[in-house]
T-cell receptor, first 115, second 111 residues
């Protein structure tokens, strides 16, 4: 199946700093990528849909100025958590769809801990 | 409102003890229903896609079935390595970009 690489796997940062998470489709081109957030023992919640070459579409309640998404190429999308606070601590997961397929393939996730 | 409910929340099985996980859904036009496996600290791993009632798919000890209201993931003679959280998600016809996930079933298989 298609491979989605996410980096870093975990990151610890101080409150007020910014953190960038990368999501790459390794063996296919992804015009659309998705960013999810997951709290312990909870479901995956879609944060935003990232489209190559255009602005991301954010779900209701997600602050677009805090969670900056850039999808500059067909294989790379980035999520930047700006001015991170402890409440932003969570597991962030990206996913992408290979052209012609219905299902999504997920990255391995990034555990963000804000101190 | 589109919704996915999974049960049980947690399941403990003895190795070899077969069981089923349930995924009940409400969606305005089902495009597809997905099963994923998620290990702790990892992203979901794709297992199956089901499109229409009556459809069944199998992979090793796992078999997924679909009706108009729910899906079952049957685990036959599970092994400890099957321990994981199993997630169900639906995709609506009107919004094929968005997957609506259930909260998952945490499965533990003991030797």
């Amino acid at each position: 199946g298609a491979v989605v690489s996410q980096h870093p796997s975990w990151v610890i940062c101080k409150s007020g700093t910014s953190v960038k998470i990368e999501c790459r489709s390794l063996d296919f081109q992804a015009t659309t990528m998705f960013w999810y957030r997951q709290f312990p023992k909870q479901s995956l919640m879609l944060m935003a849909t990232s489209n190559e070459g255009s602005k991301a579409t954010y779900e209701q309640g997600v602050e677009k100025d805090k969670f900056l998404i850039n999808h500059a190429s067909l294989t790379l999308s980035t999520l930047t958590v700006t001015s991170a606070h402890p409440e932003d601590s969570s597991f962030y997961i990206c996913s992408a769809r290979d052209v012609g397929t219905v299902g999504l393939f997920f990255g391995s996730g990034t555990q963000l801990s804000v101190l | 409102e589109d919704q996915v409910t999974q049960s049980p929340e947690a399941l403990r099985l003895q190795e070899g003890e077969s069981s089923s996980l349930n995924c009940s859904y409400t969606v305005s036009g089902l495009r597809g229903l997905f099963w994923y496996r998620q290990d702790p600290g990892k992203g979901p791993e794709f297992l199956f896609t089901l499109y229409s009632a009556g459809e069944e798919k199998e992979k090793e000890r796992l078999k997924a079935t679909l009706t108009k209201k729910e899906s079952f993931l049957h685990i036959t003679a599970p092994k400890p390595e099957d321990s994981a959280t199993y997630l169900c998600a639906v995709q609506a016809v009107y919004n094929t970009d968005k997957l609506i996930f259930g909260t998952g079933t945490r499965l533990q298989v003991f030797p």
